[in-house]
């Protein structure tokens, strides 16, 4: 396959994607036997996680989304994060399973867990694809990780730069 010149390191190779989303779906299958979930993907980075992770997921689930945007610079966020698309329906009493693309400084995730907290969720867990621990600013507290990266700003996957490079079937680190 043809590298993107925008691109450096290969981070994550799209077979070790594919394996390690198997992987979190049976680990949430086994862990929510007999519970119906409902995932709420985090727009727009995660769709593509979404949608692959939701094919290993064995009990019933329905998905719903919100869109969020921190305000910062465009590569540190504040923690400060405004809501661009709320969820369709309550989510009190549900089982809610939170997926993400990214954990970055982890201030993101803090607000929707608190957020989606206040609005009495049966329970309230994360998958995130990625991790970046070296910046994490609060203890996140993720059920389910697919990889832990080193501090890089990546792409692929779903995740952009300026919009662009979501359709990459890897993640890579930009070339600086
Ligand atoms: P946090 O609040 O954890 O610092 O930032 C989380 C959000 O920042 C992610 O959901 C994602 O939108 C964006 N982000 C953080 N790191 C990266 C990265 O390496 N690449 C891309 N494309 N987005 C990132």
Not at 16 to 38: K, N
Not at 52 to 59: G, K, V
Not at 85 to 109: N, Q, Y
């Amino acid at each position: 396959m043809t590298v993107h010149p925008e691109i450096g390191e290969i981070l994550v190779q799209s077979d070790d994607l594919r394996h390690r989303v198997r992987e979190l779906g049976r680990q949430i299958s086994d862990d929510y036997e007999g519970r119906p979930i409902l995932l709420v993907g985090v727009l727009k980075g995660a769709f593509f996680f979404l949608a692959d992770l939701m094919r290993h997921i064995e009990p019933d689930c329905e998905v719903d989304f919100m869109a969020v945007s921190s305000y910062g610079s465009s590569t540190e966020s504040s923690g400060v994060v405004r809501i661009l698309k709320d969820l369709e329906a309550p989510i009190e009493g549900r089982d809610v399973l939170i997926v993400e693309d990214i954990v970055d400084s982890g201030l993101t995730l803090s607000y929707l867990m608190k957020n989606l907290g206040a609005r009495e969720p049966a329970s309230l867990e994360v998958c995130a694809l990625l991790t970046k621990p070296a910046r994490f600013k609060v203890e996140p507290d993720i059920k389910y990780v697919g990889f832990e990266i080193a501090d890089r700003f990546v792409v692929g996957y779903g995740l952009d730069h300026n919009q662009r490079l979501r359709n990459l079937p890897y993640v890579a680190a930009l070339k600086q």
